[in-house]
């Protein structure tokens, strides 16, 4: 329940058993139960209703995808997931090849190295 341990929920029920007493206490769960449920039926309701008017082109929108952070990982993250997953399945067959460094050509001493006028 709401990522709480059974101690927390313990916990919480022992403060508020003090806070309302044992004879107020059924009142007030029921109020909040209340309470819960219309701020879900509000919610809902505000839901279909954007749902309603953008149109059915629009019927899998999802207001949580509003949220920056879904916003970003849904259209950046996952195309760069893709692309490296891709990557990776395409490097797995050569990445069983032995690894061969190219041979380089050593300066003697005194020798100017080569200028290369595209790399500056």
């Known amino acids: 329940m709401f990522g709480l341990g059974w101690m927390e929920v313990g916990a919480l029920i022992v403060i508020a058993l003090l806070v309302f007493g044992p004879d107020k206490l059924p009142q007030a769960a029921s109020q909040a139960g209340k309470t819960l449920r219309n701020l879900r039926r509000m919610a809902n309701n505000a839901r279909d209703d954007l749902r309603?008017?953008?149109?059915?082109?629009?019927?899998?929108?999802?207001?949580?995808?509003?949220?920056?952070?879904?916003?970003?990982?849904?259209h950046?993250?996952?195309?760069?997931?893709?692309?490296?997953?891709?990557?990776?399945?395409?490097?797995?067959?050569?990445?069983?090849?032995?690894?061969?460094?190219e041979p380089v050509d050593e300066l003697a001493f005194g020798e100017i190295p080569p200028y290369d006028a595209e790399a500056t």
């Open 52 to 74: 309603a008017g953008l149109g059915p082109e629009f019927q899998n929108f999802d207001p949580a995808d509003l949220n920056p952070r879904n916003f970003v990982r849904k």
């Open 76 to 101: 950046l993250l996952d195309d760069i997931e893709d692309d490296w997953n891709n990557k990776q399945q395409a490097l797995e067959p050569a990445a069983t090849a032995p690894y061969e460094p």
